[in-house]
């Protein structure tokens, strides 16, 4: 019988490379592949998918009992938070400027400036800023956040549809990158790629964020429209070929299976157990459906997503 | 391949007589091509035509099924490389391994917690699939205790592991009726393995890790010799190599109809990770890249439960969310002056406010908005949930009728709905819930 033919795509197709840090700062690259992802046999991934480990200018008191006992007193204190991520594998932070929120502190651009500076000068890996969530507020501290970073090439999200002009405006004068943010549809991410393109980004400076959802929670539509874009993008289409990012860790912890650890069935296991294996599981999906850049909140499971990246890239 | 209705027409008679029931010869054509008419319905099909539509009928992946009665498994019959093109099947089947050298009671034990497994989410009972029992002690008497044992305590298909044919033949004579995989045929063992499946009627798994030609040529082997129910063991373990076997094979027969490896694949996670989450995690990356049977080596539900959801959740139709049919339902034994809340018919969301209210130990009426199976804030946003589709949906069901006060409790993430729904509903008090279902306890003591 004749040997059995590896059947391999023809793409056209390339992930746009980003590169975030530098400036005497260290500097990652993400993007570059021109394969589905970890298909080494036909293709290239010049640039391993990285981890971000989340940490926030406040201190996240509602948070599950497991993320609070494993990270102790730093999270009080952003600098120090920063810096144990790092220790703890952290590729990048991702530093999320929750006290924004009008429901929380609503603090305002002094406020998210002085948190930039905090983490950018704690640890010498490249950041991300992320603003409350609200378009509103994103504006005001990201541009204070952009404006603190500049040179420093920092990524800023979310810049959605409705705030695009601002953030991109940022990120052109400052040299930074957009995390374009859009709900889970494939449509949606090409057309607010174009529209940052349209006002001068270029596309080495845009991420895209196409929504996370949870296991449990929505991750099939989540990894189907990631699945979708990374398909178009191998095709040709070079709106659709930004990194993406994903906000794993923030979804599933969130989530009762891990928040919760009273009066849960026997049936659920372990409660550390389970929302690591919550994390692990909706990580390792992100990365099967092409993620580029997954931000994480417990260190165990940023050891796990990094010994399977590594393992998915040395076959 | 598949065929296209007018490819399929090229077999027919072309007399359009009618029998089969349809019209015209191309009528029968266009629904074979679709499926949703069986191939025998024209009685005037040369011997010719009929197999060769029968082998382009035939499925790119072969259903296969391991065990029988009502926890018997079928696996493979897949049709695409990416859920969004159509959508998944068969799920795969979670089997959990033990091993012949393990205790007496120890296997008891496992066996029984891995038969009675059963974990809810969204209304579904999900189960673990099987047993699979290693021949670790390499001795065919303690091998067929442990069968026996096995099949004494569970119903669940198993899997028997042992390349031996010998010891294999001794535990078939004791299960081979309740249709176990056989595990596995390899280049040494091949021919007494296929003789073992032909003789018990039971499928048969195929080992060989040296590279996917090989596989071919050993599988067909097995095939030639008559032994149709076939899964494959490509021998990658790790996650990497899992990954790209697993694609490859899933190419070859869908987009290359290689028939040779046209089966469902087998993995055995724990052989190619260091610990238990990183087990759970390949396993996870094995249920959406392309396994039929994934062997765990361990059983624990801190990580069975979160695979098993996985598995639902990427074996949905991605046309057709999991809906509730829209109404008024009771939670614990509503009064007429229990509280009423909202949700939308997207059956996770449904579950996880009606189970939180069922745990908060307050009866209630939980009434169910048709949002074509959206959640709350997709569809808000969507345009699917508003004040005039929740005004419906009370006048639908005659909601007002089962209850004496007019107060009615909204889902804290559309709380904007609420001045609409004020001028929408003027004789109603429209009450904010909390955003999270988990709260709602709190919330409804506090009132
Ligand atoms: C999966 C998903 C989808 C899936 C649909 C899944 C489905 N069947 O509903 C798809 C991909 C189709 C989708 C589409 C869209 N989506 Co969508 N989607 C999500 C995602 C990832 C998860 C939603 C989910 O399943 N949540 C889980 C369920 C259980 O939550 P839930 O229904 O809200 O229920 C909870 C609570 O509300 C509460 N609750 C429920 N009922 C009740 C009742 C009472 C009384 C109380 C007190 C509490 C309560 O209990 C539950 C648990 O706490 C979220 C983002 C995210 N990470 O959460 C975005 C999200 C909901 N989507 C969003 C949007 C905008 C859309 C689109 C409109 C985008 C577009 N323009 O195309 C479309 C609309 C759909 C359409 N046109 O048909 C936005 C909504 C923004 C907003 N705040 O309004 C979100 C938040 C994403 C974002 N950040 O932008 N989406
Ligand atoms: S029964 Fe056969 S020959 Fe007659 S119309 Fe149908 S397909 Fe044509």
Known sequence: MSAVEVPTEKWTGKIHEVKLGGNGRKSVVVGGENMLPFLHFEGKIPNKPIIAIEVQDRNPTDWSPHLISVWGDVLADPGAWAKKAVEYGADIIALRLRSAHPEEANTGASEAKKSVDTVLSAVDVPVIVLGPGVAEKDNEVLVAASEAAKGQRIALGNCEEKNHRTIAASCLADGHIAIAKTPIDLNLAKQLNILLCDVGLSTDSILMDPTTGALGYGIEYCYSVMERLRLAALGGDNMAAMPMFCSAGEETWRQKESKITEGLPPTWGDHLERSLTWEGITAIMLLNAGANIIALRHPDTVTLAKASIDKLMSA | ?447
């Open chain 2, 1 to 447: 391949m598949a065929l296209t209705g007018i490819e399929i027409y090229k077999f027919l008679p072309k007399t359009n007589c009618k029998e089969c029931g349809f019209p015209t010869c191309l009528a029968f054509a266009m629904k074979l091509a679709a499926k949703g008419v069986e191939l025998s319905l024209c009685p005037y099909l040369s011997e010719e035509s009929k197999q060769a539509l029968e082998s382009a009928s035939r499925p790119p992946i072969r259903l296969v099924t391991i065990g029988t009665g009502d926890r018997k498994i079928g696996v493979g019959n897949e049709v695409v490389m990416f859920r969004h093109e159509k959508t998944f099947y068969n799920p795969p089947a979670f089997i959990v391994q033990i091993k012949d050298t393990d205790s007496t009671d120890d296997v008891a034990k496992i066996v029984d917690e891995v038969s009675s497994y059963s974990v809810e989410r969204v209304g579904l009972e999900l189960k673990l699939n099987g047993i699979a029992i290693e021949n670790a002690s390499n001795n065919g008497d303690n091998f067929v205790k442990c069968v026996a044992l096995v099949k004494s305590k569970t119903d669940l298909p198993l899997i028997l592991m042992s390349n031996n044919p010998s010891v294999m033949d001794q535990a078939l004579e004791k299960v081979a009726e309740a249709k176990p995989l056989i595990y596995a045929a390899t280049k040494e063992n091949v021919d007494q393995m296929v003789e073992l499946a032909k003789k018990y009627q039971c499928p048969l798994a195929v080992y060989e890790p040296a590279g996917l030609s090989e596989l071919a040529e050993l599988v067909t082997r097995v095939t030639e010799a008559g032994v149709e129910d076939v899964v494959l063991d490509p021998g990658a373990r790790e996650f990497g190599q899992s990954l790209s076997a697993l694609t490859q094979i899933r190419r070859l027969a869908i987009k290359k109809s290689f028939q040779p490896l046209g089966f469902p694949v087998i993995t055995f996670p724990g052989q190619g990770s260091g610990g238990i989450e990183e087990e759970a995690v390949l396993a996870g990356q094995q249920v959406a890249k392309y396994a039929g049977v994934i062997v765990l080596d361990r059983f624990t539900p801190g990580v069975v439960y979160p695979l098993l959801t996985l598995r639902l959740n990427i074996y949905t139709d991605p046309q057709k969310p999991i809906q509730m049919t829209p109404g008024i339902y009771e939670i614990g034994k509503p009064t007429k002056e229990s509280p009423l809340c909202v949700t939308t018919n997207f059956s996770l969301t449904y579950f996880s406010i009606a189970g939180e209210l069922e745990s908060s130990g307050f009866p209630a009426w939980l009434m169910v908005c048709d949002t074509e199976g959206l959640s709350v804030l997709t569809s808000w946003a969507a345009g699917k949930l508003d004040a005039d589709k929740i005004a419906k949906t009370i006048k639908e069901f005659n909601v007002a009728d089962k209850i004496s006060h007019r107060n009615i409790i909204i889902p804290g993430g559309v709380a904007v709905l609420r001045g609409e729904l004020e001028e929408e509903l003027p004789d109603w008090k429209i009450l904010v819930g909390p955003r999270d279902a988990v709260d709602v306890g709190g919330f409804l003591k506090k009132q």
